[in-house]
Nanobody, 116 residues
Framework: QVQLVESGGGFVQAGGSLRLSCAAS????????MRWYRQAPGKQRELVAG???????NYADSVKGRFTISRDNARNTVALQMNVLKPEDTAVYYC??????????WGQGTQVTVSA
């Protein structure tokens, strides 16, 4: 089993920054993919950014140039630095892990609210 615990959400004005963190514990395995998803009210959950254990990253077009995903393999953590936040970034942000056995795990989510 894997546990994912997010932190760092909150309320910020448009143009501001927030940093989300996710700590993973349990049967993580050294080879895995970690991602951030988000879900706004009334919308489907969408991929925000992902990073492999080797450091390869990918981003949704809507956040490219504003968000940066990073990870610390030694500490089993992943972070999402969010800059130039927009009201449309308001959502619950979820940490996700895909381990080497193909199993997926989700965190409980953290709310990000961006005011205009």
């Amino acid at each position: 089993q894997v546990q994912l615990v997010e932190s760092g959400g909150g309320f910020v004005q448009a143009g501001g920054s927030l940093r989300l963190s996710c700590a993973a514990s349990g049967s993580i395995f050294s080879t895995n993919v970690m991602r951030w998803y988000r879900q706004a009210p009334g919308k489907q959950r969408e991929l925000v950014a992902g990073i492999t254990s080797g450091g390869n990253t990918n981003y949704a077009d809507s956040v490219k140039g504003r968000f940066t995903i990073s990870r610390d393999n030694a500490r089993n953590t992943v972070a999402l630095q969010m800059n130039v936040l927009k009201p449309e970034d308001t959502a619950v942000y979820y940490c996700y892990l895909l381990n080497a056995l193909g199993r997926t795990f989700w965190g409980q989510g953290t709310q990000v609210t961006v005011s205009a």
